[in-house]
């Protein structure tokens, strides 16, 4: 049988609380017999007093212990003259002043001892004389018994002692002792069943969070990612609660974006596949005619295509984390140089100025892969010629600083509204304005440029720049030995 969280919670709390329980009822069940048995030897001394009284008082009237030895009940009639008044099972007995009335005739006639006394007191009492030999009470005396001095005109005339109680023997005590284990057992065994149902409450109020939680992770696992959990604590459960329901947000945020990530590329995929079939049909109905500007068309459109697919095809050997980087300590300024050489032509022929403010004093050292960081610097410059307006300006710079090289590029209009920025480096997204797919982009080049700089430990941003466009920074990290 499985014994599920609940049962193994609730027998874990009632186990502990049954073991505080039990070990109480020992410690009280111990202190309780040694408390009564110091009250018990206290009563037994309070009477070894007033019995010390009387055979002083005895001692002074006879002047011997010869009444004792002529008397076979005097013994007896003193104990029962030393109990106390009040003390519970005492019988009527002699007044004090009675004591040396003559003994009637019979075992009848004589004064009866109380139970305790006959089953305790009087079997442990004993008298010696003055050179310790025995009078009354036992004789087999361990050596080291307390006694007491009974005197008479300052002299020692006596002993009076007790032995020591091996256990309680007076019914009283013994059924008052019980009573008392018994109601702490009765006290014990409520706490106990007490301490079942609160650990059965505790427990199921515990285990509840974590039922609703598990049966949460099953539709999330059956693809219901949609569902969220109430965070009902503020402890250890409540923050799993919280951290269920942030997972489940981003798996919908991500099950959301990929399929806009689908169909954004079924979307950019048709778009040239259309114009493709378009023209080739128009070519084979004799619509247009079979001419080199046909074909150049044709051959424009398979290029796009291809561009297209290779972006696609290099973001997901980024998902998969497949793309492979060869990493090397290299000087950015001089691969910042040689990135922008081949696009000079191009931005003067556009009449856009570019101007480049590298410094040469000093190498920026970065342990990064060449190939890569070419490609993104193509990208940004791509991106800057195909959307800067012609007569306007591109200005790149190079610093360093707090262990960073910034390359900081600006161009001029147009921008984007400011509700674009945050999104430039989202896939597949454009700008619905002068910057949109007229000017041959899928949306996937800066997406580009993102991931190869998050693979190098560095950060991207944009911002709107002072000349009217947008101006991305690009953060790499310095190679400790330019640090």
């Known amino acids: 049988m499985k014994i599920g969280i609940t049962q193994r919670l609730f027998l874990a709390i009632l186990a502990a609380a049954f073991l505080s329980v039990v070990s109480m009822f020992l410690i009280m069940q111990w202190n309780i017999d040694r408390g009564f048995r110091r009250y018990v030897e206290s009563l037994e001394q309070t009477r070894l007093t007033r019995l010390a009284e009387q055979l002083e008082e005895r001692y002074a009237t006879q002047e011997s212990w010869d009444f004792l030895k002529n008397t076979p009940d005097a013994w007896r009639r003193i104990l029962v003259a030393s109990i106390p008044d009040d003390e519970p099972g005492t019988p009527d007995r002699p007044r004090r002043g009675d004591t040396n009335a003559s003994p009637q005739k019979g075992r009848d006639s004589r004064p009866p001892l109380p139970p305790h006394l006959r089953r305790g007191f009087v079997m442990r009492v004993f008298l010696l004389d003055a050179d310790k030999q025995p009078l009354v009470g036992p004789t087999d005396i361990p050596v080291n018994t307390v006694t007491r001095a009974l005197q008479y005109q300052n002299r020692v005339v006596g002993?009076?002692?007790?032995?020591?109680?091996?256990?309680?023997?007076?019914?009283?005590?013994?059924?008052?002792?019980?009573?008392?284990?018994?109601?702490?057992?009765?006290?014990?065994?409520?706490?106990?069943?007490?301490?079942?149902?609160?650990?059965?409450?505790?427990?199921?109020?515990?285990?509840?969070?974590?039922?609703?939680?598990?049966?949460?992770?099953?539709?999330?696992?059956?693809?219901e990612f949609a569902v969220r959990v109430p965070v009902t604590f503020g402890d250890e459960l409540g923050h799993l609660a919280r951290d269920f329901n942030s997972l489940a947000l981003t798996l919908e945020k991500n099950e959301q974006a990929r399929r806009q990530w689908v169909a954004d590329i079924s979307h950019e995929l048709r778009t040239p596949l259309t114009v493709l079939r378009g023209e080739i049909e128009a070519l084979q109905d004799g619509i247009r005619p079979t001419t080199p500007t046909a074909i150049h068309s044709l051959h424009g459109e398979v290029l796009r295509l291809g561009r297209l697919v290779e972006d696609l095809y290099q973001l997901s050997l980024t998902d998969l984390g497949a793309l492979a980087y060869h990493k090397k300590e290299m000087d950015l300024t001089v691969l910042?140089?040689?990135?922008?050489?081949?696009?000079?032509?191009?931005?003067?022929?556009?009449?856009?100025k570019l101007t480049a403010a590298i410094p040469w004093e000093k190498p920026a050292m970065i342990f990064a892969d060449a190939e890569r960081l070419h490609q993104?610097?193509?990208?940004?410059?791509?991106?800057?010629?195909?959307?800067?307006?012609?007569?306007?300006?591109?200005?790149?710079?190079?610093?360093c600083g707090d262990g960073v090289a910034t390359v900081d590029m600006e161009d001029s209009a147009p921008g984007v509204a400011e509700g674009d920025l945050g999104r430039l480096f989202d896939r597949l997204y454009r700008v619905e304005t002068s910057r949109n797919r007229a000017a041959g982009g899928a949306g996937l080049g800066l997406a580009i440029c993102?991931?190869?700089?998050?693979?190098?430990?560095?950060?991207?941003?944009?911002?709107?720049?002072?000349?009217?466009?947008?101006?991305?920074?690009?953060?790499?990290?310095?190679?400790?030995?330019n640090r």
Do not use: C, W
Request: glycine share 8%; hydrophobic share 50%.
């Open 450 to 481: 993102r991931s190869i700089v998050e693979a190098h430990a560095g950060t991207i941003t944009a911002r709107h720049s002072a000349r009217g466009g947008i101006g991305i920074s690009v953060a790499l990290p310095l190679a400790e030995s």
């Open 336 to 352: 910042l140089s040689t990135a922008l050489a081949p696009y000079r032509q191009e931005f003067a022929r556009k009449n856009i």
């Open 159 to 223: 002993y009076l002692g007790l032995l020591p109680r091996k256990q309680l023997s007076d019914e009283h005590q013994v059924r008052f002792l019980k009573e008392q284990k018994f109601a702490l057992a009765l006290v014990a065994g409520m706490v106990v069943l007490v301490a079942a149902g609160f650990s059965l409450l505790l427990a199921q109020r515990l285990v509840r969070p974590i039922r609703a939680l598990a049966a949460a992770t099953d539709r999330l696992a059956a693809g």
């Open 376 to 399: 993104l610097f193509a990208n940004l410059l791509d991106n800057a010629l195909k959307y800067t307006d012609p007569g306007g300006e591109v200005a790149i710079s190079l610093a």
